[in-house]
């Protein structure tokens, strides 16, 4: 059975639509689009953009394609960028990218990054956005440990509803201290890249043959493998990008391989679990 991930007392499907550099050729549109409510169509919730993604290309695709899907069955995320973090510019960044979305409200609105402007004065345009009703909730995106620490002792602070970084089979390091963290706070992450970007060159061949033989146990791909193991704890949500449609169905069956405790011990053995503080996988 498919558990589903709580993000703002929400239940949502693990596995999500990212979206980055998709929107970008006019020639691709139609196939985007398709594959996007494709994914809708077979249980995908959670569809992730932002501003940054094509300067606004992005967004303006997932906008033709929840014209074509029912809107309530989307948990619809996109992201502000750093220097557009402050009370006078979050504002006008969110209204332009509603208007590219051609929707009311996001249900999540996060920071991209680590912004010079205050964390204090964003955490006020996110509440005021809220109070708005432009958008649900808000979170971040790439804060480690010590930033979501800093964070949660400020004036609305842990309102931050969750924080997406960089996570898969290859980037583990927030496994020491971040996701322990995150867990104790019930803040779920969105994991981006959660299959590495699909480059599996480096790995060893004995971590290869590890991942295709419990593919072949699960009658999947390594791909799907990859992504059953990020979504494993169950307060993740993975957004590996596709825009290819058999790709996509494969993004969601994934979320049917229950791995085996055998499996994943196996893993740990070839993909070593951090031992010490990492500094944070980024893009």
């Known amino acids: 059975m498919i558990q589903p991930v709580k993000i703002n007392s929400t239940d949502v499907f693990p596995i ?17 689009i398709e594959v996007i409510t494709a994914g809708i169509a077979s249980g995908a919730q959670v569809i992730d953009t932002a501003e940054m993604y094509g300067k606004g290309l992005s967004e303006r695709l997932v906008g033709k394609a929840l014209q074509q899907v029912d809107r309530t069955s989307v948990y619809l995320i996109s992201k502000v960028l750093p220097e557009n973090a402050s009370k006078k510019h979050l504002a006008q960044s ?6 590219r979305l051609d929707v009311p409200f996001l249900d999540m609105y996060l920071l991209h990054w680590k912004s010079s402007v205050s964390i204090e004065e964003t955490i006020d345009a996110m509440e005021q956005a809220k109070a708005d009703g432009k958008i649900r909730a808000w979170g971040v995106s790439n804060f480690d440990t010590h930033d979501l620490k800093k964070m949660a002792n400020l004036a609305s602070g842990n309102h931050c509803m969750a924080n997406q970084v960089k ?5 583990r390091g927030i496994e020491y201290d971040l996701i322990p963290y995150m867990q104790r706070n019930k803040m779920p992450l969105i994991a981006y ?8 060159k480096g790995l060893l061949p004995s971590q290869k043959q590890l991942l295709q033989t419990i593919a072949n146990n699960h009658q999947a791909t390594i791909p799907q493998i990859l992504l059953s193991w990020s979504i494993r704890d169950r307060q993740t949500i993975a957004i590996p990008k596709s825009s290819n449609h058999a790709h996509m169905m494969d993004n969601i069956h994934a979320a049917e391989i229950q791995l085996q405790d055998t499996e994943l011990s196996q893993i740990n053995q070839f993909f070593n679990k951090p031992n010490k503080k990492q500094s944070l996988a980024l893009w």
Not at 16 to 32: F, K, S, W
Not at 94 to 99: N, P, V
Not at 193 to 200: H, R, T
């Open 16 to 32: 999500g639509i990212g979206t980055y550099n998709i929107g970008n050729h006019r020639v691709d549109e139609a196939r985007e």
């Open 94 to 99: 969110l209204e332009q990218s509603l208007e």
């Open 167 to 171: 996570y898969n089979l290859i980037d």
């Open 193 to 200: 890249s959660p299959i590495a970007k699909g480059n599996l």
